[in-house]
């Protein structure tokens, strides 16, 4: 009989996706995860680590495959730990992602009666992203391989072309590279921590289709680039600036400190909300621009301002929620600890004329305290948009002793998002009204979601 041990051979039926990406499936009672796996499938298993309850598998053979598996866009799909479920319908990847929230919610937050809305679905699932960023290596017989990495290693997937991102990004990507090539520029080496180029990184407007390069290094210049820079901005109409990032540190944090424009301009301007914004190399805009301003369109429904309110909005980065809340409140106010993307904050209020609103740069969990002492009475709303690791301790506190009648939360994480409402709910007395989902990142296992609270 077939032993719970590594090593053992099992047949399962995959019943659904984790939030790692991984199928799912039963034997014997106890869990199995398997990579590269589709709801339906019914395949055979090597168990390669085994816990008492559950054990990572990896696939030998597709047994049956499920009616839910499609042939991957990616060439490299079995190989790229970009995207994990390439092989899943899209219809498929959105049932499974309303079910990691709605497990989220119940199972990390607690709660049982979950208000949860339909998934917002993306229109297109490929060719959304409007930013990549890919390591770059050089390879023993010297070949420069830009990509992601493999699934579960640091070995990268050379790569041409990316489906998922905005088709206009893959020519810089292919010819770019073969650039770098031909010129010779040393590629950072990690383990030798020796060499220049890191990274090259592609931004793109969907909206205006203007384009920006930059290349991260660990030296401050790289060689004739200057030269390259002017060359790639002649080639490319739609690029408007071509940057380099230095970063010396031994980080796996992607951008350093300096940047500098070596030819073109140091951003690119997009529309959003119907607003204008300038992006540059380093700060954040969320990747999926269409999908941002549906669940945008979410918020400004649910809160429905009146023009009498002031609004905080915590974790604003370059202010692409708070400008559009700001043109239905009566004040405004953004906390982003990034000082560069407070500065451009500031200048895309004042660019498209918006006097109402005021950014301060510094740590939420510091600035809120300090913000609610200068108001006369408690933020009618404040909005929530950490980054994955959720909201620290000191600033659910800061908003529980603040009590804004109305907390919109928005976040790419369900886990830290269930655990924040938890403490939200139970110990500053919230209510949750509603969540919506959408879908940010298709063909991966990630998710966005908007979370209403109220007092
Ligand atoms: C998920 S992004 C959201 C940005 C913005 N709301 C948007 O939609 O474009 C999170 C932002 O929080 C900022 N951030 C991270 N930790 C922070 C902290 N402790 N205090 C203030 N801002 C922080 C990051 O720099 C980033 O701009």
Redesign the pocket.
């Known amino acids: 009989m077939t032993a719970w041990q590594q090593g053992s051979i099992v047949e399962v039926t995959i019943v659904d996706l984790s939030n790692s990406g991984d199928g799912v499936g039963r034997w014997q009672g106890r869990v199995v995860f398997v990579p590269d796996t589709v709801p339906g499938d019914q395949i055979r298993a090597r168990l390669i680590q085994v816990k008492s309850s559950f054990a990572r598998g990896k696939l030998l053979q597709l047994l049956q495959p499920s009616q839910q598996r499609v042939r991957p866009a990616c060439i490299v799909a079995d190989k790229c730990g970009g995207c994990q479920w390439q092989p899943v319908a899209y219809t498929a990847q959105l049932v499974a992602k309303q079910q990691l929230v709605a497990a989220a919610l119940s199972r990390i937050g607690g709660f049982q009666q979950v208000p949860l809305s339909r998934i917002l679905a993306a229109a297109s699932p490929l060719g959304y992203r409007n930013k990549a960023t890919y390591p770059l290596v050089r390879s023993p017989t010297g070949q420069v391989k830009a990509g992601y990495y493999r699934k579960g290693s640091h070995k990268l997937v050379n790569l041409n072309q990316c489906p998922v991102q905005d088709v206009r990004l893959n020519p810089l990507l292919a010819d770019i590279k073969a650039d770098i090539q031909q010129q010779g520029w040393s590629i950072y080496s990690e383990s030798a921590q020796q060499g220049r180029l890191r990274h090259l990184s592609l931004r793109i407007g969907r909206r205006t289709g203007q384009m920006l390069v930059t290349l991260v290094s660990a030296q401050p210049t790289v060689p004739d680039l200057e030269h390259w820079a002017a060359i790639w901005l002649e080639r490319y109409p739609q690029l408007v600036g071509v940057c380099l990032n230095h970063n010396p540190a031994k980080t796996n944090v992607i951008f350093g400190p300096t940047t500098t424009c070596l030819a073109g301009q140091p951003y690119l301007e997009e529309q959003f909300a119907g607003l204008w914004f300038h992006i540059t190399p380093t700060?954040?805009?969320?990747i999926h621009t269409e999908q941002?301003e549906r669940l945008l369109e979410v918020i400004q429904t649910e809160l429905a301002l009146q023009g009498s309110e002031t609004v905080i909005?915590?974790?604003?980065?370059?202010?692409?929620?708070?400008l559009p809340l700001a043109q239905r409140a009566q004040h405004c106010i953004g906390?982003?600890?990034?000082p560069e993307?407070v500065e451009q904050a500031r200048q895309n209020a004042a660019r498209n004329g918006l006097t109402n609103v005021e950014f301060q740069a510094?740590?939420?969990?510091q600035?809120l305290p300090q913000v609610a002492q200068t108001l006369p009475q408690p933020p009618a709303v404040v909005?929530l948009?950490?980054?994955r690791r959720g909201c620290?301790r000191t600033?659910l506190e800061a908003l529980i002793a603040l009590r804004p009648q109305r907390i919109a939360y928005?976040s790419?994480n369900p886990a830290t998002l269930a655990r924040d409402l938890q403490q939200l709910c139970q110990q500053g007395g919230y209510q949750l009204q509603a969540v919506q989902p959408a879908d940010f990142f298709p063909q991966t296992a990630h998710v966005e979601c908007v979370a209403f609270l109220v007092a």
């Open positions: 700060t954040f805009f969320q941002a909005d915590a974790y604003c980065g370059v202010g692409s929620l708070t906390l982003e600890v990034q993307a510094g740590d939420v969990g600035l909005v948009d950490p980054p620290d600033v928005m790419c």
